[in-house]
């Protein structure tokens, strides 16, 4: 274990001092930055500083306090309301460039039309803006309509569509509105944030791919060797390349969590970051790290030259990225047979089991047992079997290994 | 003496083909033992079976000074005939993760990797990145860090391949002088004429069996005989007429005739043909080269087999 504690350690230092790690470290947050601002300040052209539209509203129905209350209710709406006496036609000449104007009037209650004008250079954003005033301005007119209590409520309440089920629990069925959870980012936020470990430690891990095969390639083992067992230096680069992992997703923390709470500054992310579910997320990603390092790392002692492997190996490379199959019938239904067979399967529980158990509110432990019970099963198998490749086939030298050693490498 | 290690009885088989039969050596403190023999004859396997980089069939792979069946891995040295450096590392960093894997305190590994880049001509080159050393510069580096931790045994697998003679001179010196130090060296070679500078023992192995085995001295009293080389134009016939050869071998003019061990120089000098045409005449020890071809190609000492009280 200490010898492994020190191929690791190497392993992560000799990464940290490359260049191509630390630019792939420090440029994927920034792509990330860039990819969620940019389209951002793109969208914001034209009415996006900080003012707002200044709005003239010409109200003589006495709906201004409420269009008050919307604005400042809708954080969306960057809009100064100010009241004015103008009429529309005054408006259209007189209105400056930046500035938008509505009229509120008994034709607004009587035909629901309202009229405007907006400047040159308010964006087109307004017209879909202005959407937000329908609901008040059809509650005005019903009140207008003199309706009892009771036929404003329920001419005003919205048509609700509920699920049943078609088995004999339905009663249960009735309590929510389908499986999914009631509030998407309990459980959403810290399933990101494992997908997020899952992702960059499996990337990490495809490093160790590339590790196991170098080694092969600069002819470092036999070196190595003489001072570790194959099994140390084979668990060496899975603790070194996790590490690597964890500082990589905490660089990536450093940049993203902190826009995130700018971007989304009404949703209090680290009071939904910081849950016991977490601790499951995690768990789940770092057990499928370590099935896929040792997927890897024993591929990658079976290959010298990464470019030349055959569709065998290339096959096992794409396993990580099998889930990417499922995603679509597991959205659609999260406790259906496509999302229990990916719990079962090693290669696509994680991903499956983080995407799941962020849509689902009440989670099957059993199968989420079973599931971590399997891939825990296949962690160990992949491990024992890794290890027997990795300790032939990283002395095998200038010529990759074929379907057939590896088997025969697996039966020694 | 005391041995550091000994090789008792080692067997080993690839598949169907048995690739060492009945390998037993030993190495001596202080001492420098050579494995020769052809490519293919069993050296490199038998050194991986001694560093537990492979398991033999049979046979037993004893470190003295060592309790327990493990190898000692921080009290060896080991250059592999297969060897590289990690790129993209600067040479002090990769040289202390050598050292720091052997469990060898890093201050001195510090001061000892200094010291030997400056025997080896490369001082200041530790904060140089692996990738800007030429190919002769990574084998002086690879063999500093087999010796980093000052091992007991150094094991040697073809040390000078692909070496100009210079640095062939510089790795010579500076095995001898571990040697002098105490630390027992095996060493592995098909350059035989750098090997009989410096061996004091040797074990020649061919088709994985031992051929000879014994020290350097005995070794060449007893097989190095005599050759006598003839310019001039005489009968394969007549020659082998001459008594106490052995074997001639002619080309054009020129011919060389291998002379028995009991041989006694003057005395056969004396009692060649008087009619025999001589342009130049010289005679000379067979080197352990010859020896060497003689038994890859299984020519006459090859039969005699056997071994030198070693």
Redesign the interface.
């Known amino acids: 274990m200490r010898?492994s504690l020190?191929?690791g350690k190497?392993e992560m230092?000799?990464n940290l001092?490359?260049k191509s790690f630390l630019i792939s470290l420090f440029l994927t947050p920034l792509i990330f930055i860039f990819f969620a601002t940019v389209p951002n300040l793109l969208m914001d052209d034209g009415s996006g500083d900080e003012n707002g539209t200044t709005v003239y509203v010409n109200d003589s129905i006495g709906a201004y306090s409420m269009l008050e209350s919307i604005t400042q209710e809708q954080s969306f709406l960057s809009w100064n309301l100010e009241e004015t006496d103008q009429s529309i036609d005054e408006a259209q000449s007189a209105i400056s460039s930046e500035d938008a104007f509505i009229q509120l009037n008994e034709e607004t209650l009587e035909n629901g039309v309202v009229s405007y004008v907006t400047g040159d250079d308010v964006s087109n954003q307004f017209t879909t803006q202005l959407q937000t005033l329908e609901q008040p301005i059809k509650q005005m007119q019903i009140q207008q309509a003199d309706l009892n209590e009771e036929q404003m409520a329920l001419v005003s309440s919205p048509i609700q569509f509920q699920a049943q089920e078609a088995s004999a629990e339905s009663e249960q069925g009735n309590m929510s509105s389908g499986p999914f959870a009631e509030d998407p980012f309990e459980n959403g936020i810290p399933a990101l944030f494992g997908g997020i470990v899952l992702f960059s430690i499996v990337i990490t891990g495809m490093m160790i791919f590339q590790s196991a095969s170098?080694e092969k390639?600069?002819?470092?083992a036999?070196?190595?060797?003489?001072?570790?067992t194959p099994n140390e230096l084979m668990q060496g680069k899975i603790i070194g390349y996790f590490a690597l992992g964890l500082i990589q997703v905490t660089a990536w923390m450093v940049f993203i969590i902190p826009l995130a709470l700018y971007l989304v500054d009404d949703i209090p992310i680290m009071e939904y970051l910081l849950t016991p579910q977490l601790l499951l997320f995690v768990l789940i990603a770092i057990l499928g790290y370590l099935l896929f390092a040792s997927l890897f790392v024993g591929l990658g002692a079976t290959l010298e030259d990464a470019s030349s492997g055959s569709n065998f190996q290339g096959m096992v490379m794409m396993l990580p990225f099998l889930p990417v199959v499922l995603i679509g019938p597991i959205l659609a239904d999260p406790n259906g047979l496509a999302a229990q067979i990916g719990t079962f399967i090693p290669f696509t529980s994680p991903a499956v089991l983080l995407i799941r158990l962020a849509l689902i509110d009440q989670w099957p432990w059993v199968e989420i047992l079973i599931g971590l019970a399997i891939l825990i099963v296949s962690i160990w198998l992949f491990m024992k079997l890794a290890g027997k490749i990795f300790k032939v086939g990283i002395?095998i030298?200038g010529k990759n290994a074929t379907p057939q050693e590896i088997w025969k490498w697996l039966r020694a | 003496m005391e041995s550091v290690l000994t090789v008792q009885n080692l067997q080993k088989s690839f598949k169907d083909t048995q690739v060492l039969h009945d390998i037993s050596f030993s190495v001596q403190k202080g001492e420098i033992m050579a494995i020769l023999g052809p490519n293919g004859a069993g050296k490199s396997t038998t050194i991986r079976n001694i560093m537990g980089i492979m398991y033999p069939d049979e046979g037993e792979v004893i470190f003295h000074n060592h309790e327990g069946t493990t190898i000692p891995r921080h009290k060896v040295g080991y250059l592999p005939e297969e060897r590289g450096l990690y790129k993209g590392v600067k040479v002090m960093d990769i040289l202390l993760y050598f050292a720091e894997l052997k469990d060898y305190p890093l201050d001195s590994a510090k001061e000892r990797a200094l010291t030997y880049l400056k025997k080896f001509d490369l001082e200041g080159k530790e904060n140089v990145s692996v990738d800007e050393l030429s190919k002769g510069m990574g084998q002086k580096v690879q063999f500093i860090g087999s010796i980093i931790h000052e091992p007991e045994l150094l094991i040697l697998d073809e040390p000078f391949s692909g070496l100009d003679p210079l640095s062939q001179d510089v790795f010579k010196r500076e095995i001898r002088e571990l040697a002098e130090n105490g630390t027992a060296i095996l060493l592995s070679s098909h350059q035989m004429n750098l090997v009989e500078e410096m061996c004091d023992r040797l074990f020649l192995i061919n088709k994985g069996r031992r051929v000879i085995y014994g020290y350097m001295k005995d070794v060449k009293a007893e097989y190095a005989n005599f050759k006598c080389m003839i310019y001039g134009e005489n009968d394969v016939q007549t020659l082998e007429a001459i008594p106490e050869v052995t074997r001639v071998e002619q080309d054009g003019d020129t011919s060389v005739l291998y002379l028995e061990p009991s041989a006694t120089l003057p005395d056969w000098l004396n009692n060649i043909p008087k009619d025999l045409d001589v342009q130049e005449i010289s005679v000379d020890r067979i080197s352990l080269h010859e020896i060497f071809v003689d038994v890859a190609l299984g020519r006459s000492i090859a039969e005699k087999e056997g071994v030198l009280d070693a």
């Open positions: 010898n020190k191929v190497w230092k000799r001092k490359s170098q390639k600069e002819k470092v036999e070196i190595v060797l003489s001072s570790v002395l030298y």
